[in-house]
């Protein structure tokens, strides 16, 4: 069956270093793949989109990397800040058409001043 | 722009009852998506909907029914309620091909 892992259920890093989150996945070949944001008590952001055809995404302080034959994505976000603390999802599209979104457990980022 | 939006945000529910989650979106989209998410398990697809009138399971479909009658409304429905479908139940949508959710803020459901 397919699986997506998040490399840790909780990371902490110092403010201003770079913030770097993994998503594995096997047994599919995503179309695409993407990143949320969720804070506590509220529902998931998007924040990313890749696609298969790409290596590299980027937006303001974030990045993301998409390596097919490793089956893993990195997500980076530079010069950390407090306010980045959240629960970070890696979602796969596990379906044909881009209809059916699985998501993997979410890693908690804390960012300490 | 309301986007999605979620009713009851919480209920408390005794086993064998009955309830529906409401999801409405005012976006025009054609996929919707109604999740649950348990602390350690991470967001699990229950139903969704890639058009008005039509459903497909997801990953934990058991308990749980769905319907689509109008294109910006997805409704749950639990005929039974047990205590192990106590849960945040977030709704989701998407424009059809696009790929990125929009997320409800989330219905707190209790079952004792």
């Known amino acids: 069956s397919q699986k997506i892992e998040q490399n840790s259920e909780a990371l902490n890093i110092q403010e201003g270093k770079t913030a770097t989150l993994t998503c594995n996945y096997t047994n599919y070949s995503p179309a695409y793949l993407q990143w949320y944001r969720q804070d506590p008590g509220r529902g998931p952001v998007f924040l990313l989109l890749i696609r298969e055809n790409e290596k590299e995404k980027r937006k303001e302080r974030l990045k993301v990397t998409f390596d097919t034959t490793l089956k893993q994505s990195l997500f980076h976000i530079t010069a950390s800040q407090p306010a980045d603390s959240a629960t970070y999802l890696c979602?796969?599209?596990?379906?044909?058409?881009?209809?059916?979104?699985?998501f993997g457990t979410g890693t908690k980022l804390q960012v300490i001043p | 722009n309301a986007g999605v939006t979620q009713t009851p945000k919480f209920r408390v529910l005794k086993t064998g009852q009955s309830m529906t989650l409401l999801c409405a979106q005012d976006m025009n989209h054609e996929y919707m998506y109604w999740y649950r998410q348990d602390p350690g398990m991470g967001l699990r697809l229950i139903h969704y909907?890639?058009?008005?009138?039509?459903?497909a399971k997801g990953e934990v479909p058991d308990g749980y029914n769905v319907s689509r009658l109008k294109k910006q409304n997805f409704l749950l429905g639990l005929e039974s309620a047990a205590p192990s479908q106590t849960s945040v139940y977030f709704c989701?949508?998407?424009?059809?091909?696009?790929?990125?959710?929009?997320f409800g803020e989330g219905s707190r459901l209790t079952v004792l």
């Open positions: 979602a796969l599209e596990t379906g044909g058409g881009y209809q059916k979104v699985t």
């Open positions: 989701a949508s998407t424009l059809a091909g696009t790929g990125e959710l929009f």
């Open positions: 909907s890639v058009g008005e009138g039509t459903t």
